[in-house]
């Protein structure tokens, strides 16, 4: 995302003037640019030009009806706030090492005005900490958190704590290099497996425990082996029998989200995935003081 001084002015001209901060010009290539400055269209109104030197950032808008929701957007926000998130933004793409696209400051714009917004009229949305963001994507958890803050201290405005949450998922959307939409449905798919764990063991998690952190990074990685048609496999069986009939109750767990991921994907778990999560999951008892000694005194030894 560009910043000031590092364009000229587009040899277009200024085509529109939004508001005393913002301005719409047409670049060489007949694209729309978004340019703002502060007060750079009070003096666009007074001397009929802009000083290149004051622009401080760019947006090329992209055609389509993206366009008019751009602009309405960075018209109707209080330019405190589009500077707040910028400076933001700029410290995300430093924290991460990456550009983060042209799509990103405008949907943080549009996803803080919203909160303010609500909060003024007295309203908070409902939110989740989601403690699996911080293990599966420790790096994009601590820039948006720094977002937040950043955010906050900007505007002298208090914002609700699982607004890291929902910037995590807004730096996914900007930097996994997948289909659109993949790293939220994987994110869900993990959720819906810890969902079905705690049920099934009658408790809710430790999600601080380091037993916890290894859990869901199995969960991801076995997810992803069956997006990439890699999943485990063995042609022994007696671990896998051994599990089943020592651990009962892990067991079904696994069995459960095997049934789950069935459903979701089309895919069925090899008996190798399903003895992995009953190890885990009895793991996951253990830590917790919920060993399961149901196993019958018969159950084979290996």
Known sequence: MPGAGDV?????????????NVVVAIDGDGRERVLMGRGIGFQLKHEGRVDPAKVEKTFVLEQGSDTAHAQKLL????????EAVLHAVDQAER??????????????IDHITYVIERLDQGIRIPGTSMPELRILHPDESRAAERMATSIAASLDRELPP?????LTMHLL???????????????????????????????????ESPDYARFILHVRFLLQRLVNRAMLSSGD??????????YPRAFGIAEAVKAYVLAA????????????LTVHVERLATSLGRADDSGGPDAPVL
């Open 8 to 20: 000229s002015l587009p040899p277009g001209g200024v085509q529109k003037l939004l508001n005393n």
């Open 75 to 82: 018209t109707d926000a209080p330019y405190a706030l589009v």
């Open 95 to 108: 924290d991460l090492g990456r550009d983060l696209g042209r799509r990103l400051p405008l949907a943080v």
């Open 162 to 166: 699982e607004e890291g949450v929902f």
């Open 173 to 207: 959307n900007a930097t996994r290099d997948e289909p659109n939409g993949t790293a939220a449905l994987l994110f869900r798919r993990v959720q819906h497996v810890v969902r079905t764990v705690e049920t099934g063991l009658g408790v809710a998690l430790d999600t």
């Open 237 to 246: 069986s007696s671990f896998f029998e051994f599990a089943k009939h020592r």
């Open 265 to 276: 994907t089309g895919s069925t778990l090899t008996d190798e995935e399903v003895l992995y």
